[in-house]
């Protein structure tokens, strides 16, 4: 089994829904990230988390919210998704090494 | 803010050719400097890091990575390339919040390797 897992792997979502992208991950990791992948843009960071009670915005937050829901759960959501929020998403884990984790990604398109 | 450049979209190589995927720095500091491949409908796999030590950093799959100071460079690079290899690859640098202390990777645009039969 992977060590970070995402789900859905892939969406299709309308213009003004909300949609959730959740994170799990075993590494027994406090920090967790949300990036998003755009082709030219590389990776970008969404939202960090140090642990549970700290949650922190990353460059291009606007848009997103996340919840850090437990150690092991980091869930963002686009609560009112637009088409250009259309990309590859990936949650990542860092523990007390300088390593940082990726799980396989999840496809979000907005039509 | 720490940043790393790969100024190449695309790198093609013949297999059983050597490859270099190319990636400069800019830190204050001391670079803490990360090489991660991305296969197609992948994640990101960790291929290597360089730290402190020795300039020249082995790392999964054959792979390995010379750090030049003075360059401010991390090439990528492989005695032989794999059509397997064929994937985007992408340079990162750690960044250290300064109010918080958070570490998180910063990347570059990433580079498509094509190895060709």
């Known amino acids: 089994d992977a060590d970070v897992t995402q789900t859905p792997r892939n969406r299709i979502t309308k213009t003004g829904k909300r949609i959730m992208l959740e994170c ?8 967790m990230y ?11 960071l969404i939202y960090y988390s ?3 009670k700290d949650i922190n915005k990353g460059e291009i ?3 997103y919210s996340v919840s850090r829901q437990a150690q092991a759960k980091f869930s963002l959501s686009l609560e009112s998704a637009i088409p250009n929020q259309t990309a590859l998403y990936f949650c990542a884990t860092s523990g007390p090494g300088n390593t940082i984790y990726f799980g396989e990604g999840s496809w979000l398109t907005v039509v | 803010a720490q940043s790393v450049a790969q100024p190449e979209d695309q790198v093609n190589v013949a297999e059983g050719n050597p490859l270099t995927v190319k990636c400069t720095y800019s830190v ?5 400097l990360f090489w991660y491949v991305q296969y197609p409908n992948r994640g990101l796999q960790f291929l290597l890091k360089y730290i402190t030590g020795d300039n020249l950093v082995k790392g999964s799959y054959g792979f390995e990575a010379e750090f030049n100071k003075s360059q401010t460079s991390f090439h990528l690079k492989k005695p032989s ?8 690859y992408f340079c990162a640098v750690r960044d250290i919040g300064v109010n918080t202390g958070f570490q998180k990777l910063v990347f570059g645009t990433g580079t498509r390797l094509l190895v060709s039969p």
């Open chain 1, 24 to 31: 799990s991950q075993t590494k027994g990791h406090d920090r």
């Open chain 1, 34 to 44: 949300w990036y998003r992948q755009d082709p030219g843009l590389g990776l970008r």
């Open chain 1, 50 to 52: 140090f642990d549970v």
């Open chain 1, 61 to 63: 937050s606007d848009g």
């Open chain 2, 28 to 32: 204050s500091g001391n670079p803490y």
């Open chain 2, 81 to 88: 390339a794999l059509v397997s290899d064929s994937a985007l």
